[in-house]
């Protein structure tokens, strides 16, 4: 037992050493890279601590030499993976908020997860023949089927993440080719189907009793199956037809491991590429699982589509009324809506293509302006072709919302777009995001200028994924957007695909310039009295404290007390701090290595257990500690990627 006893002392004890390392640093650090080095740390301290007791092994207070010694060994360590990573990117990493606070078994857990998807991945891949020569059997009868359809299959049965990704590619007609897209279309309603004794579980343990005593009829086949949950159609107890969406079982724990595989693979990219730390992947995987997760509680989902309901309750575009009362957490009943989702609309359906793409669009953008409240994820299944021959929204699980600043800067874009004029869209990017002092606006200026004309169509107009693109040239500048402003380009990204599957050539930005033209010419227009009564009105506060203010200027300006603070000078200010504390440390970190160095030196003072003189013990501290930093500002300058 008591070599047992003793392994257990020494991992405790190279665990607390190698936390206070890293801790003495002053950076944070992921656990795998602090395991590598407290465990190679400990292994050079404990050789020298043997080599300098004459490698005698049972010499007392071996194990306190060894913790005194790999301490700055694990620093030492840490700092050299410091040194030797890609000059900037671990700044970068700080920033984008990959490094986090060491959470060893919640981290270990989350890493092991995702292995075990992988591999079931892999072997999904390899049964719909799509690895190439990875595949190992051939499967003759699989490979005769058209490449599309394994895809979507594949996809169908990955499910939960990998669905919601091939939802989104199927709007994607323009960078994809058209047979992928309308295969990856039956995604929207065509995920494989939920057992019905499985359903009735989830439906009888939502509401604590018999689905019977809650519905009049029930139809066990269901309508639609998509990837979180599937809708069946119904009839309550007062006759009126309605659609039931039940959550999938087991989806969470589903969604949850696949999020934390694309974690995985967006913090990868993040470290490893330059395009990865451009596009922020992270953050925008971090994104995506959020607004996944939300899709899980169906009552968010009731009531976004119960104030859409309300919103659009006199236009021509149908959203249907939900059940409260019924709906739970897993479980949401709403208005039956009769017809058929866009992705399933026949080619040669006897509608009006254009003027229903135009009425979306123009009922998007309107309700946008008016409300900032827009549906996150309009992609071709979530648009209803009704039996009148109108339209209608479904599936308002992804909501997003806008404030009245961020309304105006998005319709600045929208007209930025339209005439290609960057310096408009420059200033509704700085309405929104915050712009260090230090990013250049002509700089900037010149950067979404090239990214204007990388987007000119043959009309002469840019395309709506300009602003998609936005994104990772802002992240050049250290530049972000807010997260309702990402979700707003995706959906405009995604609302122009569905667009075009509607009528093909219709685009958002070709009515999206009249309908945000419009909107800013109505802003501006109006009796100038009244424009400029409304304006003194919102800014009576102000005008209000401004005597008081300005008379507290002038008493200071008399005085030789009054200061102009800029961000700028803000910045200068943290810079000149940083420095100075920096150097500080430095110069004491040096200082107590010389005078140790020479205390070490000297014979003199009284001696202390083992025959070391009390002034050899006081000069080995003091360089340890003045290692230690020195250390500090080493790591700290790597972090800042200025090295």
């Not at 009284?606 to 500002?633: C, E, K």
């Amino acid at each position: 037992m008591e070599p047992l006893w003793n392994l257990f002392v020494m991992v405790v004890v190279a665990t607390v050493t190698t936390l206070l390392g890293s801790r003495l640093l002053g950076v944070r650090r992921g656990w795998l890279r602090q395991t590598i080095a407290g465990a190679l740390g400990w292994v050079i301290a404990l050789v020298i601590a043997v080599g300098l007791a004459n490698w005698d092994w049972s010499r007392d207070g071996l194990l306190a030499s060894t913790v005194v010694l790999a301490v700055p060994a694990t620093m030492a360590l840490m700092l050299l993976f410091d040194l030797v990573a890609r000059p900037g990117s671990l700044a970068q990493g700080d920033r984008a908020g990959f490094v986090e606070v060491p959470r060893p078994i919640a981290d270990l857990r989350g890493r092991v997860a995702p292995i075990a998807r992988y591999r079931e991945l892999l072997a999904i891949l390899r049964r719909h023949q799509l690895l190439g020569r990875l595949n190992g059997r051939v499967d003759p009868e699989e490979v005769g089927r058209p490449a599309e359809v394994r895809v979507r299959e594949a996809l169908e049965e990955a499910g939960g993440v990998y669905v919601k990704l091939g939802q989104i590619a199927a709007t994607r007609i323009d960078l994809l080719p058209a047979g992928l897209c309308e295969e990856l279309g039956r995604l929207q309603s065509r995920s494989a189907p939920v057992p019905a004794s499985e359903v009735r579980t989830v439906l009888e343990q939502q509401y604590g009793k018999r689905v019977e005593e809650v519905f009049a009829r029930f139809d066990w086949s269901p309508l639609a199956a998509a990837s979180i949950g599937q809708t069946h159609t119904a009839a309550l107890t007062g006759g009126e037809e309605v659609v039931v969406k039940v959550q999938r079982p087991g989806i969470e724990t589903t969604i949850e491991r696949d999020l934390a595989a694309l974690d995985q693979l967006a913090r990868l990219a993040e470290r490893r590429t330059a395009a990865g730390r451009d596009l922020r992947v992270s953050r925008l995987a971090t994104e995506f699982g959020r607004s996944l997760r939300s899709e899980l509680d169906f009552r968010d989902e009731a009531t976004a589509t119960a104030a859409m309901h309300e919103l659009l309750g006199e236009g021509p575009i149908t959203v249907p009324a939900v059940h409260r009362e019924l709906s739970t957490r897993r479980v949401m009943v709403q208005e039956r809506l009769v017809g058929v989702p866009l992705s399933e609309l026949a080619p040669d359906a006897d509608i009006d293509r254009e003027a229903l793409a135009r009425q979306l669009l123009t009922v998007t953008v309107e309700q946008l302006f008016q409300v900032g409240i827009f549906h996150a994820d309009p992609h071709p299944g979530n648009v209803m072709v009704l039996e009148d021959g109108s339209l209608g929204l479904i599936d308002f699980g992804a909501v997003g919302r806008l404030d009245s600043i961020q309304i105006q800067a998005v319709i600045d874009m929208l007209i930025a777009l339209t005439r290609g004029d960057a310096a408009l869209l420059r200033d509704g990017v700085e309405r929104v995001a915050d712009v260090g002092a230090h990013v250049s606006r002509d700089r900037l200026e010149r950067a979404l200028a090239r990214l204007l004309a990388e987007h000119v169509g043959p009309s002469g107009t840019v395309d709506v994924h300009a602003l998609a693109d936005l994104i990772p040239v802002l992240g050049e500048f250290e530049i972000s957007l807010p997260g309702d402003l990402v979700v707003l380009m995706r959906a405009l990204v995604t609302l122009d695909g569905t667009l075009g599957v509607l009528s093909p050539g219709f685009s958002v930005v070709s009515v999206g310039r009249e309908l945000a033209q419009r909107e800013s010419e109505d802003r501006a227009a109006g009796d100038p009295q009244e424009i400029l009564m409304a304006a003194l009105i919102s800014d009576l506060p102000v005008l209000r404290r401004l005597p008081a203010d300005l008379g507290r200027t002038l008493a200071l300006a008399s005085r030789g007390s009054l200061q102009v603070r800029t961000v700028a000078s803000e910045d200068e200010s943290r810079f000149t701090r940083t420095m100075w504390n920096r150097t500080l440390l430095a110069g004491i970190g040096v200082g107590l290595g010389l005078v140790s160095v020479l205390l070490m030196g000297l014979e003199i003072g009284p001696r202390v257990g083992g025959g070391a003189r009390l002034v050899t013990l006081l000069g080995v501290g003091g360089l340890g500690l003045g290692a230690i930093l020195l250390m500090r500002v080493v790591a700290a300058v790597v972090r800042d990627g200025t090295v």
